[in-house]
């Protein structure tokens, strides 16, 4: 009688996961809606006030914020796919040990980073770093570099309270708090600007302002939603935090080479053409990524879900899944990138200095960059919720050096848009190649073990 209600068990959870994947999804959207709006009225406001340059500058160290992002060793990711495989198997120990060795792990490596950052950041020279001229940039370049690297890695173990909502299928709280932290990111950032105050200033006031979020989310995770997942010291498991650092260090070579693949391409473009050029280009790049800002919306919730799914083998949700993302995102992707390929000159007008344009070449391969990356968040996101990351840990790395170089050589032949098109190139070759190629196999195996 099991064995026949398995199907009914398996069906019911699969509702259960593609409902809340939803509700995360239109949640996201309200919550990045707000956040957005936010930030298209900060955008004119910080790029009048703070000069071209400067305001390069800016896009170029909000950049380092996902760089950093990555200094957890990848041990966020890790607790996703711990906690999700605990969920399948209704195991509250289990999840209580993962929280628990996580969080310890990761504080440890945040108190690390910043005393690594107080002693090393003031013997780099940071205007030559970011390729800024004018008295003001130069000044401003170290310090405010400092302030995003220390408060960057104050939020290393606050990043672990998303994992938490996220593994629980429940990121729709997840997003209301990121909601609440870039509105008070944004109200922090014109305070500031109010009083007239210099680069760091801003950068403090916008990000400590993000901090302050992060901390009230864990209050209300750790003190009323799911108090148990507490992390106590005398829950910390030393086998567990073993198996989070070796799933955590292939899940970190693969952010690495997403971030030498994704967000490098700013920090290039200010090395090689100067900030100047940075502030053209990472605008052009910011209104782009909102495509994938809607898609990742309801395309993220999916890995905790691919998880569980994979813990009950529920094979046949799981591949329908993957193929239903897929298409979706390529529908939703594709005539977006179109509007904006024609649109987008009429938003900068709005947003910008007059100084700060865009050219239909550079929209183009940014454009086109984000119709492929739609297609391969759905594969990252397949294999990153089955725990096979080692296609992404073994080819990422190759795909990350390649698109550096590919980018320095299209760079010097194109301009700012050929650091744009050696993405595009590395994407197809390596995401959509190599790692599609392993996502395909596994659908495959899938299908064979019904």
């Known amino acids: ?10 069906e019911n959870h699969g509702q259960r996961r593609l409902r809340r994947a939803g509700l995360t999804g239109v949640v ?39 760089w950093m992002a990555i ?36 504080l440890a490596v945040a108190v690390a980073v910043i005393l690594i950052c107080l002693a090393l950041a003031p013997l780099v020279s940071w205007e030559r770093v970011f390729n800024v001229s004018s ?4 000044a401003e370049a170290a310090p405010a570099m400092l302030v995003v690297l220390v408060i960057c890695a104050l939020r290393l173990p606050a990043s672990l309270v998303g994992c938490v909502y996220q593994a629980y299928q429940e990121g729709y709280l997840h997003q209301l708090w990121s909601g609440l932290s870039g509105v008070l990111g944004a109200a922090g950032l014109l305070l500031a600007i109010k009083l007239e105050a210099g680069l760091p200033w801003l950068v403090l006031a916008f990000l400590g302002s993000m901090l302050l979020a992060d901390l009230l989310s864990a209050a209300y995770l750790f003190g009323w939603r799911r108090s148990w997942l507490l992390p106590h010291p005398q829950r910390f498991n030393s086998a567990e935090a073993r198996w989070l650092l070796r799933q955590g260090g292939q899940f970190w070579v693969a952010q690495m080479s997403a971030v030498l693949m994704l967000q490098v391409g700013l920090f290039l473009v200010a090395r090689m053409f100067g900030a100047g050029s940075a502030a053209e280009y990472g605008t052009t790049l910011r209104l782009c990524t909102l495509i994938g800002a809607v ?3 309801f395309v993220a919730p999916l890995w905790a879900a691919y998880g569980e799914a994979a813990a009950r083998q529920d094979f046949v949700w799981l ?6 993302s897929l298409r979706v995102s390529l529908w939703w992707a594709v005539p977006m990138a179109l509007l904006l390929l024609i649109g987008l000159p009429w938003a900068f007008k709005l947003l910008v200095t007059a100084d700060v344009t865009s050219s239909w070449h550079l929209r183009l391969a940014l454009l086109t960059a984000e119709i492929v990356n739609a297609a391969a968040r759905c594969v990252s996101t397949l294999l990153n919720g089955l725990g096979a990351v080692r296609s992404q840990a073994i080819f990422g790395p ?23 098109w050696a993405t595009v190139i590395c994407l197809v070759i390596f995401w959509l190649g190599v790692m599609g190629r392993d996502a395909a196999l596994r659908l495959r195996e899938m299908h064979y073990a019904r």
């Open 135 to 138: 008295p003001a940039a130069v």
């Open 71 to 106: 200094a957890d060793f990848g041990l966020a990711n890790s607790l996703i796919n711990a906690l999700s495989a605990a969920d399948g198997k209704d195991d509250r120990r289990a999840a209580q040990q993962a929280v628990a060795s996580a969080f310890w792990l990761v």
């Open 28 to 66: 996201t959207l309200l919550a990045r809606g707000v956040t957005v709006g936010i930030g298209l009225v900060t955008l004119p406001l910080t790029s009048h006030y703070l000069g071209k340059e400067r305001f390069g500058l800016w896009l170029t160290l909000s950049s380092f914020i996902t």
């Open 295 to 297: 898609q990742t919306a």
């Open 319 to 324: 591949t329908g899944t993957f193929r239903q």
């Open 398 to 420: 190759l795909g990350g050096a390649t698109n550096l170089l590919l980018s320095w050589l299209l760079g010097r032949w194109l301009g700012v848009p050929g650091i744009a």
């Open 1 to 10: 009688m099991a064995l026949m209600d398995e199907p009914a068990q398996n």
